[in-house]
């Protein structure tokens, strides 16, 4: 038997994987004896942290596998990717349990962000700017780009600042060791200049992505600015666990990105694509969830309007913070996995909770 036969679940008959430990559709534990022709290397065990049994010990030793991330995609489907994101989701939120500071540096971002927005709301429609650009027959003319160009590179220096924190809490607790604030804080304060200079250029990539969307309906247009955002988001996000953890400058972020996915680390990110859906759901769900709540409370009575507008503003907020937690979480834990196996030469472990996702 090899790694390349096609095997099914004896019970349900979904395909499963020659790693796999159970099935990811139906939960039945596999038979291991299927694996015996194989005559697997004996299992090597990683430890990323204090002894198994320690309070703080989130990276239990796991057997480590060969990193054949092409092997785990093969055939997983839409709902395979699915449920892998799912258990990345369940696996984020028991490392947030462990460690209430985890998921703090997203709420501040995402409250510092609606803060900055509605200052800048409040101050264009004082000095009559916002009534101007709305009057403007080109649209987004000069004077639009002008006042929005800075306002985005602002958003986003706060966006990657509190990321940059949460990189840092998930590496320290995933060293076991006890995840701080301040800390985290200083950290992304000495790598400012770095996440600084990823903003400026996420701001050109913006502005390029603007453009090539043009001002029509064109759908190649609009999938061409959508693959290209999305790249750029991956490559951003990969780089800023390499900022953080590294005290890396830009330049060196990006030489060792490029360095990581030369080495099959673009294989692996097709589980991301698990993580994006489960965001995509959990949004979709909260926005309903939100919907449905403020319609009912304004048909209940139309004076509470204003409640109900804020239930649905509190929901999207908790939806977002979710979701970047989440995404964030991924890229750390998959920086953390490349980089100790560059570094081991060898197979190593994956850390928690992307080894329950990958396994």
């Known amino acids: 038997m090899t790694q390349n036969e096609e095997l099914r679940c004896p019970q349900c008959g979904a395909n499963i994987y020659y790693t796999d430990s159970e099935c990811l559709s139906c939960g039945a534990k596999l038979d291991e004896g299927r694996l015996a022709e194989a005559e697997p290397t004996a299992p090597l065990e990683v430890e990323l942290g204090p002894p198994a049994g320690s309070p703080d010990y989130c990276t239990s030793p796991v057997h480590a596998r060969p990193w054949d991330p092409a092997a785990m995609a093969v055939g997983a489907g839409f709902w395979g990717k699915l449920q892998r994101g799912w258990i990345f989701l369940k696996q984020s939120m028991i490392m947030w349990t462990r460690d209430k500071d985890l998921l703090i540096p997203s709420a501040l971002s995402v409250v510092t962000l609606v803060a900055f927005y509605a200052l800048c709301y409040g101050i264009l429609r004082l000095t009559g700017v916002w ?3 709305g009057a403007s027959e080109d649209g987004r003319g000069l004077i639009w780009w002008v006042i929005m160009l800075p306002i985005v590179l602002i958003a986003y220096i706060i966006t990657y600042f509190y990321t940059a924190m949460t ?4 590496d320290t607790h995933l060293r076991g060791r006890d995840a701080r604030l301040g800390e985290a804080y200083l950290d992304a304060l000495k790598n400012l200049g770095a996440l600084v200079q990823l903003a400026v250029i996420s701001t050109i990539v913006g502005v ?4 090539i969307r043009g001002k029509g309906r064109s759908t190649i247009r609009r999938v061409a600015a959508e693959a290209v955002e999305h790249a750029w988001q991956a490559a951003t996000y990969l780089m800023l666990p390499i900022i953080i953890i590294e ?6 972020a990006m030489s060792r990105a490029r360095d990581l996915h030369s080495k099959r680390l673009s294989d692996v990110i097709v589980a991301e694509v698990g993580v994006t859906l489960v965001n995509k759901v959990i949004s979709s769900v909260i926005v309903l969830i939100a919907v449905v709540a403020g319609v009912g409370l304004y048909l209940v009575s139309p004076a509470l309007l204003v409640l109900a507008i804020l239930i649905a ?13 989440l995404r964030t979480a991924y890229y750390t834990c998959l920086y953390l996995w490349a980089a100790a196996a560059e570094e ?7 850390p ?3 080894a329950a996702a990958v396994a």
Do not use: C, G, H, W
Not at 247 to 252: H, I, Q, Y
């Open 344 to 350: 081991a030469k060898q197979p190593v472990a994956a």
């Open 352 to 354: 928690e909770p992307l």
């Open 313 to 325: 503003l509190a929901l999207i907020s908790l939806a977002m913070v979710f979701t970047a937690y």
């Open 167 to 170: 990189v840092n809490l998930i």
């Open 131 to 133: 009534d101007t650009i």
């Open 247 to 252: 005290d890396s400058r830009l330049r060196e």
């Open 208 to 211: 390029l992505t603007s453009a």
